[in-house]
């Protein structure tokens, strides 16, 4: 019964293969076109790449331990100018350089970068009119930064005021007096101002608004909406911290549930060093 069930298997798969007449024919291989291996020879490919040039490898390599080192001594200087006194020199100022054209801020910076200029201590960049751009920079910043800029010919505009009304250039305004293109500019200048505070980085920039509300640069309001999320209003801290507490009158820290929450255990101090009270109204 076995070699009749085998017997049958084989003629069921006789039926089922295809005649030779039926089946496909392969071309010979010789009609196949040889593939060619990838040339291994870079250097004809990219004869002027850099890593063909040992020299131009180390170079590279050289500039970014540069760099590294270069950030790493800012990183250490920004560290240890914090465990130092407050600087007699408190304050921030605009300086004010004339410009061919008006360039992205980011491609301003990198000119600065490529002269030595740490992008670090430019806290804000702007252009109040046409070729000029104006630099916030911290008081203890600029004599190195304005010794950098004479070393590579560059001159201060000192006479600039960014509101004096005849930096307005726009053809409308002609008609206006002196005095309405003033106080018109002095308005530019505080919406400047303003928005240059909201672009620096916490907490640098609470003590840039406190200077600049100082010089009345801006409003009284915008000041205040910047503070207030500094510091919180205290009843909303105690309204979070006076929620009413489930007492168990079993447990043994009965007294000190209780405790009373005073001031001091708020701390209110300003983390940026340069005053310790709380900012004007």
């Not at 101002?193 to 980085?201: G, M, P």
């Not at 979070?240 to 005073?262: G, R, V, Y």
Request: aromatic share 8%.
């Amino acid at each position: 019964m076995a070699y009749l069930a085998i017997q049958n298997l084989q003629n069921q798969l006789q039926t089922i293969t295809p005649h030779s007449s039926q089946r496909p024919t392969h071309s010979n291989l010789t009609n196949f076109p040889t593939v060619t291996e990838p040339s291994t020879n870079s250097k004809t490919q990219f004869p002027d790449a850099p890593w063909h040039n040992p020299a131009k490898v180390d170079a590279i390599k050289q500039s970014f331990l540069r760099q590294r080192k270069l950030r790493r001594a800012q990183r250490e200087a920004v560290a240890a100018r914090f465990f130092q006194p407050p600087s007699p020199s408190q304050g921030f100022k605009y300086l004010y350089i004339p410009n061919k054209s008006r360039i992205p801020v980011g491609t301003l910076r990198t000119m600065f970068r490529r002269i030595g200029v740490n992008n670090a201590r430019l806290l804000d960049i702007h252009y109040p009119t046409r070729n000029t751009a104006a630099i916030l920079i911290h008081n203890d910043f600029e004599t190195g930064f304005t010794e950098l800029l004479k070393k590579h010919g560059i001159t201060l505009n000192e006479n600039f005021d960014p509101n004096n009304g005849s930096i307005l250039e726009d053809p409308k305004l002609k008609s206006l007096s002196d005095s309405e293109r003033d106080e018109l500019a002095k308005q530019h200048q505080i919406t400047r101002l303003e928005r240059a505070v909201q672009h620096i980085r916490t907490p640098i920039k609470f003590a840039v608004a406190r200077f600049f509300y100082e010089k009345q640069w801006i409003s009284k309001k915008f000041y205040n909406s910047l503070a207030s999320d500094r510091y919180p209003q205290a009843s909303n801290i105690f309204t979070q911290i006076t929620a009413p507490l489930e007492i168990n009158p079993n447990s043994a820290n009965l007294d000190n549930s209780s405790k009373i929450i005073t001031d001091d255990d708020f701390d209110m101090s300003d983390d940026q060093g340069t005053s310790n009270h709380q900012p004007p109204t």
